[in-house]
């Protein structure tokens, strides 16, 4: 039985082929040890006109969703269903694991939420063995990643990402699932609210697999904290020490110390990425983040003091900004001097406290149309308009991400790497 594993389309993202699709990846790993044949069909990159042709038959079709382009993945299911009509189209992810009810997904024979390791053998088995189960399919959380195999990136040409880290092509690598927090803009109902991690032996293993298969020794951690404990991160510094390997990840600033930074360095860390959001401690505060403005910019000393760099993304628009608050946040990245400052504009993306209960944040939802749930307003700042705020309209967000914009395109011209999103990237589309 083919199994085909189709990854959406994403226009609005500037480059679509930054990263491989860690997820399906590993749903194709799991398939594959049951017994099942698998085929990606990645279409990131592709137009409307060229992602029809690369659609081939198979015996089950599985969609991963995102909120921005469910309704391109909503149109893919509808070409599929015109052209193999007997084949199940199932789909998973975070957006439908956020609205799993929505008469939106009706096209789809299985919504799948959470993590599908599990669900998409269990969605599989029930149409090979002719077994009805319930349409809509959630599985306990995989309490052992040792357990899972790792993502079977043989299943893609990786040559087509690019993301690169300290100059080099690096691939990437998830060592916990799951987050404690609870800030307002995040839905965490994907992996849940308990931190899960792998083994540092698992992680090294994967590693190891890695330089040897494809001769590539960069890497970038998605984990949302990397190696949380510091026996972890010392474990895992002397088992990668002779490995030499160069990789980025992401951090919270309350979880740093100069002691850390050193040993992150000495780990082969080049890049600290920081889920900074605001220069203002009012409108952190309403984000629920937990952390200080003084503890942010304490952790950006404390990286480039190791020789780290530093990165920051921030958030235009959460509920309660105003221009003095986007002006804290400027002044912020100034006195901070963070190496590198990347501005996201806030979306209520399904799931998460403001989408759910927008009048507790003083926020009307203005668009319910999907396509405008993208997380950056285009790369000339226009789109993703999405909410009105107390004190700032979408139009008069859009005017501040613009002034932004110059701004960010200003330090750069002063030595500051470079704005990711800021850069008009030109890039291969696959396939076009
Ligand atoms: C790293 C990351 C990125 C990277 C790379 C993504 C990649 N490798 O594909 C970059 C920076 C490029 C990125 C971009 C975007 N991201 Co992102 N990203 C993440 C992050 C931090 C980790 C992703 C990851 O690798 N997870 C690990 C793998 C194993 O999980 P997974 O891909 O979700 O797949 C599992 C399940 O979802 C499920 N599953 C997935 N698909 C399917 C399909 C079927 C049929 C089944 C059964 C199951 C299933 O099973 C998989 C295995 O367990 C997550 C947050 C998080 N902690 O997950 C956000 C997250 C996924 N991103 C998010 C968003 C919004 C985006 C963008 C749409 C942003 C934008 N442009 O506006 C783009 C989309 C890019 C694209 N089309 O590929 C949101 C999604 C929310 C939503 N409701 O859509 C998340 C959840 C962050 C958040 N909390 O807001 N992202
Ligand atoms: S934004 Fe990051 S820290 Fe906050 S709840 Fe989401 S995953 Fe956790």
Redesign the pocket.
């Known amino acids: 039985m083919l199994i085909d ?1 189709i ?2 389309p ?1 226009p ?2 500037i480059d ?1 082929l ?7 990846l ?2 194709g790993a799991s398939l594959k040890n049951n017994g099942y044949e698998v085929r990606i069909t990645n279409l ?1 990159g592709c137009s409307f006109e060229n992602w029809k042709p690369k659609i081939k038959e198979a015996d089950l079709y ?8 469910v309704n391109i993945g909503i149109e893919i299911a509808k070409f599929i269903k015109a052209n193999f009509p007997q084949k199940p189209v ?6 439908p ?2 609205l799993p009810d929505s008469e939106d997904l009706s096209i789809f024979d299985n919504v ?1 939420i ?4 599990k ?2 053998v269990i ?1 599989a088995d029930s149409y090979r063995n002719n077994n009805r189960i319930s349409r809509i399919v959630k599985s306990n959380f995989i309490e052992d990643l040792d357990s899972i195999p790792f993502p079977d990136r043989n299943l893609v040409d990786m040559d087509m990402f690019h993301r690169k880290v300290d100059g080099k092509r690096c691939f ?1 690598i ?1 060592g916990s ?1 799951g ?1 404690y927090y609870k800030c307002a803009f ?3 109902s ?2 849940g609210e308990k931190l899960r991690a792998r083994s540092v032996d698992s992680v090294v293993e994967e590693i190891k697999h890695i330089i040897s298969r494809y001769n590539i020794g960069h890497f970038e951690f ?1 984990d ?1 904290i990397f190696l949380a404990g510091k026996k972890q991160l010392n474990d895992f510094g002397n088992k990668v020490k002779d490995l030499g390997i160069i990789y980025r990840c992401n951090s919270r600033a309350d979880t740093l110390s100069p002691e850390r930074c050193r040993m992150l360095y000495d780990s082969g860390c080049r890049t600290l990425c920081f889920g900074m959001e605001s220069g203002s401690q009012r409108i952190l505060d309403a984000m629920k983040k937990n952390i200080t403005v003084k503890k942010n910019f304490e952790a950006i000393k404390m990286g480039q003091e190791a020789k780290l760099i530093t990165i920051g993304y921030f958030m235009l628009g959460f509920p309660g900004e105003t221009k003095q608050t986007i002006q804290e946040t400027i002044e912020f990245i100034k006195e901070s001097d963070i190496d590198q400052a990347q501005f996201y504009t806030f ?1 209520p ?3 998460c406290e403001v989408y759910k209960y927008p009048e507790k944040f003083g926020v009307q939802i203005i668009s319910h149309d999907f396509s405008d ?4 307003a285009g790369d000339d700042g226009k789109g993703g308009k999405t909410i009105n705020t107390q004190y700032l309209t979408a139009d008069e967000l859009q005017e501040e991400l613009i002034k932004i914009r110059q701004f960010l395109k200003e330090r750069e011209s002063k030595g500051y790497l470079q704005d990711y999103y800021v850069q008009k990237l030109r890039y291969k589309k696959a396939g076009d």
């Not at 599985?62 to 382009?69: F, G, M, W």
């Not at 959470?114 to 390791?117: L, M, R, T």
């Not at 749930?373 to 950056?376: E, Q, R």
């Open positions: 594993l990854r959406v994403d609005n993202c679509d930054l990263d491989e699709p860690l997820g399906l590993y749903l990131a599985s969609i991963q969703l995102y909120t921005p382009t199932i789909c998973g992810g975070a957006h694991t956020a799948v959470g993590e599908g390791e669900s998409i969605v990437g998830i699932r987050c995040c839905d965490r994907l992996f998605f949302d979306i993306l399904p799931g749930y993208y997380l950056i």
